[in-house]
């Protein structure tokens, strides 16, 4: 009987396919670090990843790194100001306009396709 439980519990999970999804986000002529990237589906699973330094992010739904799922998606980006050592709790500031941090006001969307898609580059304007 254990085994039959065990067998049904483990790695039978039923995923979207996913497909490599790069980018670069940049903000008043310079890329954008540490920001947190979305891509929201209309149906499905959302992908999310962080900048690096370059302002260059990888997308990630299941696995790390695997991408995002094909179809429209919407992308919300955010980036606060460091939390500050002596009041962690404390409200932070976004370093870039809030609008592309919530799903109502975003303008950002992106469509993801099977197969390759190319860089995206997302400029962000005040």
């Known amino acids: 009987m254990a085994i039959l439980f065990l067998a049904g519990c483990g ?15 940049i903000y008043k002529g310079s890329p954008v670090a540490q920001a947190n990237v979305m891509f929201v589906p209309e149906n499905g ?6 900048s690096d ?6 997308l990630t739904t299941y696995s790390n790194n695997d991408g995002a799922q094909s179809g429209e998606h919407q992308v919300l980006i955010t980036k606060l100001e460091p939390a500050s050592p002596s009041d962690p709790y404390a409200t932070r500031k976004s370093l870039i306009p809030e609008k592309y941090g919530e799903l109502k006001t975003s303008p950002l969307k992106q469509s993801i396709k099977a197969g390759d898609n190319p860089e995206i580059t997302i400029e962000l304007k005040d």
């Open 53 to 58: 330094d370059q302002g260059e992010f990888t």
């Open 11 to 25: 790695g039978g999970v039923n995923r979207d396919a996913t497909y490599a999804v790069k980018g670069k986000i």
């Open 45 to 50: 699973r959302p992908a999310s990843g962080t």
